[in-house]
């Protein structure tokens, strides 16, 4: 079964104990909180 990349963004993301502007912040803000959301949706 394939996975979204918005699901393996997730489980990474979680698995990481990041939170979305967590990452956001270790990406250094060249993506956004808010599009790591809607990947995720």
Do not use: C, F, P, W
Request: proline residues 0%; aromatic residues 2%; charged residues 25%.
């Amino acid at each position: 079964m394939k996975l979204h990349i918005g699901n393996r963004i997730k489980s990474a993301r979680i698995m990481a104990g990041l939170s979305l502007r967590e990452l956001s912040a270790q990406l250094e803000g060249i993506v956004s909180h808010t599009a790591i959301k809607k990947y995720e949706d």
